[in-house]
């Protein structure tokens, strides 16, 4: 163990969906945290976290804060975000449907609702790429699956159809489930080693 490492200090979009669990479960790794809703609130972040939520209503809010644009230069410039659910739409290249319109950082189509508005919500048992131990129980709520990947796209996680419900691009991380309402503190680990990875000392 390093007892050098570089503290990180992760925000979490806060406009709109289930940000607190997100925040709570970061405090629970003993994270510095941060509540984003203006865009000189993304200044001094190691990462960012967009959470799920109602991905019309969150693309709206983003758009009226002027938080689009800020977002996409921070991914693009390397800093680590990660999407779930709702989140993930809306850091998609594309999707199915008109609305949203997403903020296209990763190279992935994303379908909403993409198991049925009959099917509220399910839980799956899936098996992580980079998440030792134990399969994670994911649970999906009118959660979006990824319909197709680019180059450059790694999936982590599919559900036994073989549907894409997780995939990492270089610094961008999305999932359809939501790890913060499980207990299981695995996947935002797997977030905060990846913004240590991408650390300011590192960037220059």
Known sequence: MSGHRQPVKIGVLALQGDFAEHIATLKKLLVETREVRLPEELSGLDGLIIPGGEST????LMSIYHLREPITQMARQGEPVWGTCAGMIMLAREITEHDPVP???MDVVVQRNAFGRQVDSFEQDLDIAGINGDPFHAIFIRAPAIQGVGEGVQVLAQLPDGRPVAAQQGNV???SFH???TGDLRLHQYFINLTRRVSPSQRE
């Open 103 to 105: 903020l296209g950082i």
């Open 179 to 181: 790890p913060e309402l």
């Open 57 to 60: 209503t969150l693309s709206r």
């Open 173 to 175: 991380l999305v999932t």
